[in-house]
């Protein structure tokens, strides 16, 4: 690492400037449009430690990295002590088992990554036109600091590939799975996609939805102002049960939607009424180019209104706001049927022990070979027409 450059650990996020934070993270925001990425401002990072969701007692405990040069603050990385490996959807608890038993220690871990979140984006956040010497930097401290600490590993999730490649070119290994993202190609309106899918794929989401609306109600699109606090009561029921469900306990606390309502500008909330009483609803984060699908849940089971609330409607927000994609989350074949396509997503690894990190090299290569030949026979199995595949 270049000796000029000081790295300095935060446990708590709100110890950063906000404004130098972000001057790294979403320096667009300085013109007064949205963020690229909203779950890597400030202020997201901050609801997530305010709200008690990450912390004491959740296993990710905040050690955010924050590159000085000269005094001026020229990266920053969300960085956490994991004691698990729950909430992250890069699965690594074969590596850890496989660990414990040859008799290693594999936690605690450090994790670069936005929690409970998986969406890919920029993990090492550099101020404009210090890119090099800033990711350089973030990359260094972080091993300097794991090799200090004697953790088994770091692990920096849903990355770009620019950062897998420094990274990889430092030491660490790479790791590419698979997202399923809906792309905007300028259509006028939902008929205007439907008419690039095959005949027989086209007819079953027309049918599909019509199946959807027949649960007796209305479904809503609310953003901003439209989003009230009694909004947040249903949500929080819906998120309960579908995260009960999922992960035994939910992650998010019941405050950080009430943090999350002061971002309400940035939300799109898509709810089924029914006698003017949510019985379903799915939420997103609104980025400057695209839709992020986030969560959703139900009091009432319905035939296709998943489908509708999490996906349909939310090709009709990006296409009536221009956006160019919708991300939709991590897995879930059946969103191909849907129009999402197959694409890549990278992560980075830090191991410390050579055999484990042998171990896992070997195993990466195996399991990139079987991604990219995944996604290829999918993406051919799209629902769209020859010649308006991508």
Known sequence: MDQSVEITLYSDIS????????????????DGARAFDPFTTHRFLAALEQSGSVGPGTGWDA????????????????????????????????????????GGRYYPKLQAAVPFTPVAGRRLLVLPGLEQAARGALLSGMAQIAEGAGVSSIHMTFCTAEEMKAAEALGWLGRTGQQFHWFNRDYADFDGFLAELSSRKRKALRKERARAQEFGGEIVQLTGDQIQPEHWDAFWTFYQDTGARKWGTPYLSRAFFDLLHEMREDVLLVLALRDGRPVAGALNLIGREALF????????????????????????????????????????DHKLARGYLPVPTYSAHWIAHPGLKQAVADYLEAERAAVDEDIEILTEMGPFRARAEP
């Open 293 to 332: 699908g986030r969560y959703w849940g139900c009091i009432e089971d319905h035939p296709f209104l998943h489908f509708e609330l999490c996906y349909h409607q939310a090709v009709d927000y990006a296409i009536a706001h221009k956006l160019q994609r919708v991300e939709a989350g991590a897995q879930g």
């Open 15 to 30: 110890e950063i400037s906000e404004n130098e934070w972000n001057a790294c993270a979403c320096p667009e925001v300085a």
């Open 63 to 102: 050690r955010h990295l924050v590159a000085r040069l000269g005094g001026q603050v020229i990266g920053v990385a969300p960085l956490y002590v994991k004691s698990h490996s729950q909430g992250e959807y890069v699965f690594d608890h074969g590596w850890a088992d496989a660990f414990h038993r040859a």
